[in-house]
């Protein structure tokens, strides 16, 4: 499970690397998210968390996944 001081972290992370590669100090984070077009981690974590389910519910997971979701 995700805490919130690890997503914290790895978000930081993936901050510096973005200001490393643009060589940009005045942005935003997510301004450099923007230009990179990608989601943020948590907007990574919950669009998973979906993929996840959906394909739980139309049985395109293995088991031991689909049979924590009852209908």
């Known amino acids: 499970m995700w805490k919130k001081e690890n997503t914290t972290k790895i978000e930081k992370i993936n901050e ?3 200001r490393c590669v ?13 230009k990179m077009k990608l989601p943020s981690m948590k907007s990574r974590r ?6 996840t389910t959906n394909n739980s519910l139309i049985n395109e997971t293995p088991s031991a996944i689909s049979d924590l979701i009852t209908l």
């Open 22 to 34: 643009y060589k940009d100090k005045q942005s935003s984070y997510y301004e450099l998210l923007q």
């Open 46 to 51: 919950i669009q998973d968390m979906l993929i």
């Open 16 to 18: 510096r690397a973005l």
